[in-house]
Nanobody, 125 residues
Framework: DVQLVESGGGSVQAGGSLRLSCAAS????????MGWFRQAPGKEREGVAV???????KYADSVKGRFTISQDNAKHTLYLQMNSLKPEDAAMYYC???????????????????WGQGTQVTVTS
């Protein structure tokens, strides 16, 4: 079974930084996409950043220049470095994985079948 376990969430003041991690196991795709999504109360889940097995990445406009998605293939771990956090970044953050697909498609929630349980990020002003 595919398992994704997120960690690294917490509470931080606006302007601060957090690094989220997602430990992945159980998938055998040699070519894949992984992504970070977030959902704030009362809002739909939205794509934050996605990356493929070649290391290509795409970001939501709202996080460009502040967030960086990366992966450690040896550790099967996905990361999201979040800098200059804003109150509007507060949400539950989820990681997801699936077989490779163009990143323009992978940016959408429906592109992924496998999801973690999420890690909460709170940003205080």
């Amino acid at each position: 079974d595919v398992q994704l376990v997120e960690s690294g969430g917490g509470s931080v003041q606006a302007g601060g930084s957090l690094r989220l991690s997602c430990a992945a196991s159980g998938y055998t795709y040699s070519s894949y996409c992984m992504g970070w999504f977030r959902q704030a109360p009362g809002k739909e889940r939205e794509g934050v950043a996605v990356i493929d097995s070649d290391g290509l990445a795409k970001y939501a406009d709202s996080v460009k220049g502040r967030f960086t998605i990366s992966q450690d293939n040896a550790k099967h771990t996905l990361y999201l470095q979040m800098n200059s956090l804003k109150p509007e970044d507060a949400a539950m953050y989820y990681c997801a994985v699936d077989s490779w697909q163009p990143l323009e498609i992978a940016r959408e929630e429906g592109a992924f079948r496998y999801w973690g349980q999420g890690t909460q990020v709170t940003v205080t002003s």
